[in-house]
């Protein structure tokens, strides 16, 4: 019988340290994007308690407004949270976003309507969607930069899809919430006070996420924290030509991202006549195929390089949108409409997969929270955020397939940008970091 080494078992302890890493952030991550997700899932039903007037339309559209707003607090978040991850630690800022993102959740469940106080219901919507968007916008840069600095060498790709894992599957249990709820509930009761328990459960999850994360091991050093750029713009700004790259693709890829996920249910109900259950039955179904994905496509990446990955992303995106997007809206069974949603979703993985990672291969440690969130931040909230508003503003004028057209340009720039830049993984910030834990601070390799 074989005997292990003592390097071996080194080995596995370290393997398994990165494990428990991944689990510990992904569970915050998780939590966070079902509290930023529910909104958008249960404004179907919370709508007409905040706008009561104008056309169902109209009433998404308001609501949808919010939501785009939430988005633009995002780049801030990343810079404020940025900064705190690069100049005081990632674990430090994660568990300051999941507590303010406790507080939007619980915020928005215990709201009074516009019946009880006017047009003060509104405005503290939008006030906790601020909350919220700040949280998400910090939340995205530094769980993205610290599941990719715990990710195995020659496996990050794998190891850090689970970023996006959590992040769809925060979005697939706020669907499945809603779609136990509409067995549970009636429409009526659903309208009336129902749509407020998953904003409950959203703020009690995040803090036990709060407490998981508590547990984890910081990766960056002090060395790292005490640079003089560390978390500063200026020090930011002398990667500029990565920062705008990541705004590149992210616009596409946010973009599309949002079109095929959030706004997907409301696009089979309002434009392809769907029934609101049908369509939570079908999107529940597509996002846990899709979370499945990540995975796959994560440790494809491993295989064909990042940049090859985003080229594929950004080709069949460009090609595939429009006539996708045709074919959902004269949909008639919802056996085909998920058949066109995984088709799409199965594309866009090229991109989610491995987002936060390539993102964070493209900055030095002592910038990388911060370049990760803030670029990542500007290009999702000018054209993540904003796809419900355009694309239903764009269906009231009468032009809903000006909005196909749209996010396919947006893909085709993505493409152009992912041809021009080098490859990450085999030449960014991450390639050449040890695969030993750093002694003094005892955390995973990724803290140098």
């Given at each position: 019988?074989?005997?292990?080494?003592?390097?071996?078992?080194?080995?596995?302890?370290?393997?398994?340290?990165?494990?428990?890493?991944?689990?510990?952030a992904?569970?915050?991550?998780?939590?966070?994007?079902?509290?930023?997700?529910?909104?958008?899932?249960?404004?179907?039903?919370?709508?007409?308690k905040?706008?009561?007037?104008?056309?169902?339309?109209?009433?998404?559209?308001?609501?949808?407004?919010?939501?785009?707003?939430?988005?633009?607090?995002?780049?801030?978040?990343?810079?404020?949270?940025?900064?705190?991850?690069?100049?005081?630690?990632r674990?430090?800022?994660m568990?300051?976003?999941?507590?303010?993102?406790?507080?939007?959740?619980?915020?928005?469940?215990?709201?009074?309507?516009?019946?009880?106080?006017?047009?003060?219901?509104?405005?503290?919507?939008?006030?906790?969607?601020?909350?919220?968007?700040?949280?998400?916008?910090?939340?995205?840069?530094?769980?993205?930069?610290?599941?990719?600095?715990?990710?195995?060498?020659?496996?990050?790709?794998?190891?850090?899809?689970?970023?996006?894992?959590?992040?769809?599957g925060?979005?697939l249990?706020?669907?499945?919430?809603?779609?136990?709820?509409q067995?549970?509930?009636?429409?009526?009761?659903?309208?009336?006070?129902?749509?407020?328990?998953?904003?409950?459960?959203g703020?009690?999850?995040?803090?036990?996420?709060?407490?998981?994360?508590?547990?984890?091991?910081?990766?960056?050093?002090?060395?790292?924290?005490?640079?003089?750029?560390?978390?500063?713009?200026?020090?930011?700004?002398?990667?500029k030509?990565?920062?705008?790259?990541?705004?590149?693709?992210?616009?596409?890829?946010?973009?599309?991202?949002?079109?095929?996920?959030?706004?997907?249910?409301?696009?089979?109900?309002?434009?392809?006549?769907?029934?609101?259950?049908?369509?939570?039955t079908?999107?529940?179904?597509?996002?846990?195929?899709?979370?499945?994905?990540?995975?796959?496509?994560?440790?494809?990446?491993?295989?064909?390089?990042?940049?090859?990955?985003?080229?594929?992303?950004?080709?069949?995106?460009?090609?595939?949108?429009?006539?996708?997007?045709?074919?959902?809206?004269?949909?008639?069974?919802?056996?085909?409409?998920?058949?066109f949603?995984?088709?799409?979703?199965?594309?866009?993985?090229?991109?989610?997969?491995?987002?936060?990672?390539?993102?964070?291969e493209?900055?030095?440690?002592?910038?990388?929270?911060?370049?990760?969130?803030?670029?990542?931040?500007?290009?999702?909230?000018?054209?993540?955020?904003?796809?419900?508003l355009?694309?239903?503003?764009?269906?009231?004028?009468?032009?809903?397939?000006?909005?196909?057209?749209?996010?396919?340009?947006?893909?085709?720039?993505?493409?152009?940008?992912?041809?021009?830049?080098?490859?990450?993984?085999?030449?960014?910030?991450?390639?050449?970091?040890?695969?030993?834990?750093?002694?003094?601070?005892?955390?995973?390799?990724?803290?140098?």
């Open positions: 019988m074989s005997t292990l080494h003592p390097s071996d078992h080194a080995a596995a302890a370290d393997t398994r340290k990165r494990i428990f890493a991944i689990v510990g992904s569970s915050g991550n998780l939590v966070e994007w079902f509290d930023f997700y529910i909104y958008s899932f249960c404004a179907i039903y919370f709508a007409p905040f706008f009561p007037s104008g056309n169902a339309t109209t009433q998404l559209a308001n609501t949808a407004a919010i939501f785009a707003v939430g988005f633009l607090m995002r780049p801030i978040g990343g810079w404020l949270f940025g900064r705190i991850a690069d100049k005081h630690g674990r430090t800022a568990m300051i976003s999941v507590l303010m993102m406790c507080g939007g959740s619980l915020m928005i469940a215990c709201l009074p309507t516009y019946e009880t106080i006017g047009i003060a219901a509104p405005l503290l919507l939008l006030l906790a969607r601020l909350f919220q968007g700040l949280s998400v916008g910090g939340e995205y840069g530094t769980s993205a930069t610290y599941m990719s600095e715990v990710a195995l060498e020659g496996r990050r790709g794998f190891f850090a899809s689970f970023q996006y894992v959590t992040l769809i925060g979005q249990l706020a669907v499945l919430a809603l779609v136990i709820l067995q549970i509930l009636s429409t009526e009761q659903l309208h009336a006070w129902g749509w407020r328990i998953p904003f409950v459960l703020a009690v999850a995040a803090l036990v996420a709060l407490y998981l994360r508590k547990s984890l091991s910081e990766t960056s050093t002090a060395e790292t924290r005490k640079n003089k750029d560390a978390g500063t713009l200026a020090g930011l700004m002398k990667h030509r990565a920062f705008l790259t990541v705004v590149g693709f992210t616009a596409g890829g946010s973009l599309i991202f949002y079109t095929f996920t959030t706004y997907m249910q409301k696009y089979l109900v309002n434009t392809a006549g769907m029934n609101a259950k049908t369509a939570s079908v999107m529940t179904a597509a996002l846990f195929v899709y979370m499945l994905m990540q995975p796959l496509f994560g440790a494809l990446s491993d295989k064909i390089g990042r940049r090859t990955s985003m080229l594929w992303f950004g080709a069949l995106a460009t090609v595939a949108t429009v006539p996708i997007l045709h074919a959902l809206k004269d949909v008639t069974n919802p056996y085909a409409a998920f058949g949603v995984i088709l799409a979703l199965a594309i866009v993985s090229f991109y989610t997969s491995i987002s936060g990672l390539i993102k964070a493209m900055f030095p440690p002592e910038v990388r929270a911060l370049g990760v969130g803030l670029s990542y931040a500007v290009g999702n909230a000018i054209f993540g955020g904003s796809a419900e355009v694309a239903l503003e764009l269906k009231k004028a009468g032009s809903e397939s000006t909005f196909y057209w749209y996010v396919s340009g947006m893909c085709a720039l993505a493409f152009i940008v992912a041809y021009k830049m080098r490859d990450p993984s085999k030449e960014g910030y991450l390639k050449d970091v040890p695969l030993e834990p750093h002694a003094a601070a005892g955390a995973p390799a990724g803290s140098r």
